[in-house]
C-alpha cells in the first residue's frame, strides 16, 4: 500500500513536471517581432510531420539547391520518412545526382560569387545557426513584398518625395521604424533599382531574390502550394536536415525519464521500509 501510494504520488509530480513550457520564438535583434508558426517538432513529445517532410524535400530540390547545398543530407537519407529508393533516385537524377549522393547545389562558388558576391550559406544547419531558429527562416521566406506592398512602394515613389501619410503606411507595411522617415526614404529607392528587400534580413536588403512564388512546385499530394505552404514545408524539411535523428532522441529519451520514476519510486519505497524497523 505504502509503495503504491510513493509509485502514484511519483507518476503525479512526473506529470506536472515533464510538459515543459513551450519555447517562444525570439526576434532577431532590434528587428521586427517574426510570425510564429505552430511546429508539430517542437517541444519533448513534438514529432516531425512526414507529409509536410516529403513536400518540403521536394522543394528543397527543386527550388533552393539551384543555389545552396544541403551537404550533410544524402538523398538516400530521404527514404527515412517514406520516399522509396525508386523516388529517391528520381529525384537525385533531376538534380543530375544520384541516390548515394549529397545535397550538392550544382551551381559552382566562383559562378555564386559572380551572379551574387557570395556563396549561399549552406542550409544543412540553417534553422539552428540564426536567432529565431525556424521561425527566422520561415519569415526570410515569407519576408519578401507583397503585391500590396508593391503597390504601396510605387505609389510612394511616383512623386519622388514620400508624405507623412505614405511613410506611416510603408513604415507599417515594411516593419520599417516610422522615426526614421529616411532609412523609408532609401529603402524605397532601393527597391526601385530592383534591390531584394525583405522585411525580417537584419538591414533589409539581401542578395537572394524571393525563392518561393505560389505554384513552384507541384505537391503529389495535392496540397495546394501557395507560398506560405511551400515555406512553412521547406522549413519543416531544414529543421529535420539540422537534426534528422531528433525522433529516435526523443523517443529514447521519453524511456529514460520513465525508467528514472520508477527507479525512484521504488529506492523510495525500500528506504521507508528499512528505516520503518528503526526505533527512535
Ligand atoms: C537564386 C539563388 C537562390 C535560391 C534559388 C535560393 N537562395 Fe537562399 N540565398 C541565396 C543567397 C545569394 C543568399 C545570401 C544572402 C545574403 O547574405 O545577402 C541566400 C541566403 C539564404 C538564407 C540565409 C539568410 C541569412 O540570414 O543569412 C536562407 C535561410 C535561405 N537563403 C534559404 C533559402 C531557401 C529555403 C531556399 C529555397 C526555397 C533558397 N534560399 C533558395 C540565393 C538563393
Not at 116 to 122: A, H, N, S, Y
Not at 135 to 160: C, H, Q, R
Not at 172 to 183: I, N, Q, T, V
Not at 200 to 224: H, I, K, Q, R
Request: glycine residues 8%; hydrophobic residues 40%; charged residues 20%.
Amino acid at each position: 500500500m505504502d509503495f503504491m501510494n510513493t509509485v502514484k504520488a511519483a507518476l503525479v509530480t512526473a506529470a506536472l513536471v515533464l510538459p515543459v513550457l513551450p519555447q517562444t520564438g525570439l526576434a532577431s535583434s532590434g528587428g521586427p517581432p517574426l510570425p510564429q508558426e505552430d511546429w508539430s517538432f517542437k517541444g519533448i513529445f513534438g514529432q516531425f510531420d512526414q507529409a509536410a517532410l516529403k513536400r518540403g524535400a521536394k522543394v528543397t530540390i527543386e527550388v533552393c539547391l539551384g543555389c545552396h547545398s544541403i551537404k550533410y543530407i544524402k538523398f538516400d537519407h530521404l527514404r527515412q520518412f517514406g520516399f522509396t529508393e525508386a523516388e529517391v533516385s528520381e529525384m537525385a537524377g533531376g538534380a543530375g545526382l544520384t541516390k548515394q549522393d549529397k545535397l550538392v547545389s550544382g551551381l559552382a562558388p566562383a559562378d555564386a560569387k559572380e551572379s551574387f558576391g557570395l556563396v549561399p550559406p549552406d542550409l544543412s544547419l540553417m534553422t539552428k545557426a540564426r536567432k529565431g531558429y525556424e521561425d527566422y527562416t520561415f519569415a526570410i521566406l515569407t519576408g519578401y513584398l507583397t503585391e500590396e506592398d508593391t503597390a504601396l512602394v510605387d505609389a510612394a515613389k511616383e512623386d519622388g518625395t514620400l508624405s507623412p501619410e505614405e511613410i506611416t503606411k510603408l513604415a507599417s507595411a515594411l516593419h520599417m521604424d516610422p522615426h526614421h522617415p529616411e532609412k523609408i526614404d532609401e529603402a524605397v529607392k532601393r527597391i526601385a533599382n530592383g534591390d531584394h528587400f525583405n522585411k525580417y534580413f537584419p538591414g533589409n536588403f539581401l542578395a537572394m531574390p524571393a525563392p518561393l512564388s505560389a505554384g513552384a512546385v507541384t505537391y503529389a499530394d495535392g496540397t495546394e502550394a501557395t507560398v506560405k505552404q511551400l515555406a512553412k514545408d521547406v522549413t519543416t524539411f531544414l529543421a529535420w536536415a539540422a537534426e534528422p535523428t531528433q525522433t529516435e532522441r526523443k523517443s529514447t529519451g521519453h524511456k529514460v525519464i520513465l525508467y528514472l520514476i520508477v527507479l525512484t519510486a521504488m529506492l523510495y519505497a525500500v528506504k521507508r521500509r528499512i528505516w520503518a524497523r528503526v526505533h527512535h
